[in-house]
């Protein structure tokens, strides 16, 4: 049976997501540099049948299609990234005409489509020169990053409504510099903490950049998570415990509290002190922000894992993921993921509860990963994915009431397209990708939830006379 609608309030809004090295393909048109993404995912073994995104959805060539996609579902808003490549190839210096023209292009059909146009200025397609000379792990890296935002904001500031700085930057330092699952796939603790440290200054120093543009709405997505300890023996309370500093702290303590988090030291053994920190840092991260975007997908649980202790700097990278069990008894999605939307609201009500600066909040993520098939009626009938989001949307509905500030949601993704180290099998769209033919077919979700968004306005907008 198709679950209900759930209800949120009036002005609530719905969007879909997307980000550029997961969709647009022509990784070498029109003067687009080198990311890291380009040279990982051509690094053998590094993804799964050595995918890599040098065409993935072919959204360059094909926006106009994807756009009137987005018109037909009824979406609000769309969340896209900007690639840094496209626009300034070497990451600083000369920036590319071409490379801004297309993201023109793209806010403008948007518009002429009503749709509010919401961009993520670095979803992890860091330009490859930048990555030569340290990457994350040195400060030139946030500098570099500001300059590019300065061009993106004094190009596309009068159409972008919504503009996020950062996506996942516990992705971007921890999986990438020290689980290396991720570009740029390096495996070292200090990295990966000084890499933490320069996302968060680049974040401060993109939104000074962006205030001096006079962009309308800033903030940041960061992929919060709601984390439980698999017993209540100490090891593992202490697992949980560094768990919780490097998933959630390290970001929601300098940015809406001032300080770098409590029990740092436990969790690194005194490196987090590091040599990365200046006088003055906490002061630029943690500027006001005008949102906080939340990607949101599943619980994780915690547990020690004895060989994490031989190396305290490598600890840190073996307890992420590697020490999940699973305690839900819920189903899980083709990433493995258990299916608890109630994990959602808590971790809403819990970061109302925490952060008085907290400010209002968008979902700029959820969604889920299912094994879709075309049928011979040519439909895909994925009702586990409707099953999904409307017990996410009810957990969200569940936390409004409650009183956290939620202003909206945007589904990941519009379509099916590289899912990272596990490349095109994992399939997360509303609407699916033939990778061949690169057709596009609604799926049932997408139904779903233009039918949802188009009873959303039924039931909270005022009759016209
Ligand atoms: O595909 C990713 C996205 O790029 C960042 N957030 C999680 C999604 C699903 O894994």
Request: charged letters at 25%; one cysteine or more; glycine letters at 10%.
């Amino acid at each position: 049976m198709t679950p209900a609608f759930p209800e949120l309030p009036a002005g609530f809004r719905f969007g879909a997501a997307t980000a550029a090295y997961q969709i647009e393909g022509a990784h070498d048109e029109d003067g687009r540099g080198p990311s890291i993404w380009d040279t990982y995912s051509r690094t053998p073994g590094r993804t799964l049948d050595g995918a890599t995104g040098d065409t993935a959805c072919d959204h360059y060539h094909r926006y106009p299609e994807d756009v009137a996609l987005l018109r037909e579902l009824g979406v609000d808003g769309y969340r896209f990234s900007i690639a840094w490549p496209r626009v300034v190839p070497q990451g600083t210096g000369p920036v590319n005409p071409k490379g801004l023209d297309f993201y023109d292009r793209l806010i403008d059909e948007l518009l002429a489509a009503g749709i509010r146009p919401a961009a993520t200025l670095y979803h992890w397609d860091l330009p490859q020169p930048l990555e030569d000379r340290g990457g994350w792990r040195v400060r030139e890296t946030a500098e570099a990053f500001a300059e590019y935002t300065a061009v993106v904001a004094e190009r596309y500031g009068d159409r972008v409504e919504r503009w996020i700085t950062l996506n996942e930057p516990f992705c971007s330092a921890f999986v990438g510099y020290a689980v290396g699952r991720h570009a740029p796939g390096a495996q070292e603790g200090r990295g990966a903490l000084a890499a933490a440290h320069h996302l968060l200054v680049g974040h401060g120093l993109a939104v000074r950049e962006l205030r001096a543009a006079g962009a309308r709405e800033v903030g940041i997505t960061l992929n919060l998570d709601r984390l439980h300890a698999a017993s209540d023996r100490p090891e593992d309370l202490a697992a949980l415990r560094r768990a919780e500093v490097l998933h959630n702290e390290v970001w929601t303590e300098p940015l809406f509290s001032g300080r770098y988090p409590e029990h740092e030291a436990e969790t690194w053994a005194g490196l987090a002190d590091g040599p990365w920190r200046e006088p003055g840092d906490l002061a630029v991260i943690g500027a006001p922000l005008d949102f906080l975007g939340i990607n949101f997908y599943r619980p994780i649980t915690i547990a020690d894992a004895p060989h994490h202790t031989a190396d305290p700097e490598l600890r840190t990278a073996v307890d992420i993921g590697a020490a999940e069990t699973d305690p839900y008894g819920a189903r899980h999605t083709t990433m493995g993921w258990p299916v608890v939307p109630g994990a959602l609201t808590e971790l809403l009500c819990d970061l109302h509860d925490r952060y008085p600066r907290l400010p209002p909040v968008w979902i700029t993520e959820n969604g889920s990963a299912e094994t879709d098939s075309v049928t011979p009626d040519g439909r895909v009938h994925d009702a586990e994915r409707i099953d999904y989001l409307a017990g996410h949307l009810a957990a969200v509905a569940d936390a409004v009431a409650a009183g956290v500030d939620v202003r909206g949601y945007y589904v990941w993704s519009l379509l099916d397209n590289f899912e990272w180290a596990y490349g095109y099998d994992r399939r997360f769209g509303l609407v699916r990708v033939d990778y061949e033919t690169q057709t596009r077919t609604p799926k049932d979700s997408y139904h779903w939830y233009r039918g949802l968004i188009t009873a959303h306005r039924a039931r909270t907008e005022e009759p016209t006379r």
